[in-house]
């Protein structure tokens, strides 16, 4: 299994399997609610690595997903169209799309021992169009 994740808006990111990781979609309601909530939030966790390119032979599209996390909310860039696909013997079995993403949480763990570094990248749906989220599968071959 392997995961492509795509982002636009702003500036293009895009990673195939060879660098992402893992993928966790998350939907939550608030712990205190005794029924079902509207108060509904969904969340993409994407883990990977980061392939350093020495003499910047291929773009380290990291360092958007970097800068994309510092981006402060009056800028109309900090949200963004954010697709993951889920391959399974070159074929997409699930795919999830986040129209108006923004950035929790991104961070990058580096070590000077295995010379590859990894990420994580926490994002949101904005909460009054979570209605617009996507989450697709059964696809046709």
Known sequence: ????????????????????TSAEFVSNTPDTSNARSTDLGVVLNI????????GAEEDDSTVELA???LMPSD????????QVQV???GQIVRQYTF??????GYTEDLNDEEGVG?????????KDLTAKVELKGNFEE
């Open 118 to 126: 990894e990420f994580e990248l926490l994002l949101k749906q904005k």
């Open 75 to 82: 800028q109309a860039d900090c949200y963004r169209n954010v």
């Open 99 to 104: 129209p108006n993403a923004f950035v929790m």
């Open 1 to 20: 299994m392997g995961f492509r994740v795509k982002i636009t808006g702003g500036k293009d990111v895009e990673f195939n399997e060879g660098i992402i």
């Open 87 to 89: 391959v399974s013997g």
């Open 67 to 69: 800068n994309w996390a």
């Open 47 to 54: 883990k990977g690595r980061i392939n350093f390119s020495l």
